[in-house]
């Protein structure tokens, strides 16, 4: 086995790991911290299914950053939803046989990298244009827009200009699941790409990306708006009235 292999093989075990517990790690601690008083923002609503609801309208149409910033919304949906669209079409190098509906959705994947780096490079523009913006922006806000932009044209380059052999591609991938390291493709942008990849993957829980689990914990969106119906009691001092 060739060292180049064995360095891919070894980087992808570490970076899961780091991705797997510090994620969940990440996860325990934001489902543990404690949220004392009721504050949703209001107009907000006062059913369970009405948060639902709510939070549905958050994540896929991004409603809220919808009403605070169009230039915003436009390019964060548009990269948000091109990237959904371009891991969808990622599955076929991680499962085996590769059912009707992921073959049916390759084409609108592959082209959905174009939204997905315009989106970007209009939020990366922003953070240069706007003076408030650059004013308030931290290397990690620059960081995280250029690695992800790096990953999207790396593979769009491998997709449409320098072709890998994707067969070699997946057999590695299927080998490192299976504990049965087999040898990795050698093209330099596809190497690029991988380890643009696993750097992200070792960041993510450290990192600004964690706005994707945090909106979930967020009690601004995620509580019902009834403190007139029913008291709110934070848990320790449920704990408190006990004693
Ligand atoms: C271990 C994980 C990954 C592997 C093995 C991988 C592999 C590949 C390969 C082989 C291609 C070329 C496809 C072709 O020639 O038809 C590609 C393209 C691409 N990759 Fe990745 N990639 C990974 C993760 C990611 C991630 C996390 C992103 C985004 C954040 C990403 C974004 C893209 C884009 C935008 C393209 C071009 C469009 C496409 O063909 O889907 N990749 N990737």
Redesign the pocket.
Known sequence: MSTLTMVFAGM?YLATLLLVVGLAFKIYDYSRTPAPLVIPTTPAPTTQAGVVYRMAKEVVVFESLFKANKWIWVFGWLFHFG?LL??V??LR?FINPIPEWLVFIQPF??YA?FM??IGLAGLLARRFLVDRVRYISTPSDFLMLVL?LG??IT??L??FVA??D?VA?KTF?MGLIYLDVQPVPQEPI?LA??VM?AL?MAIFPISKLLHAPGLFFSPTRNQVDNPRERRHIAAWAARLDQK
Do not use: A, D, E, N
Request: proline letters at 0%; a positive charge.
């Open positions: 992808f990237m371009v891991l079409r990622h190098y994947g592959k990298s997905m780096v992800i990953i999207g593979g769009m491998t997709t072709h890998t994707i591609l991938f596809i790409h991988l990849v992200l």
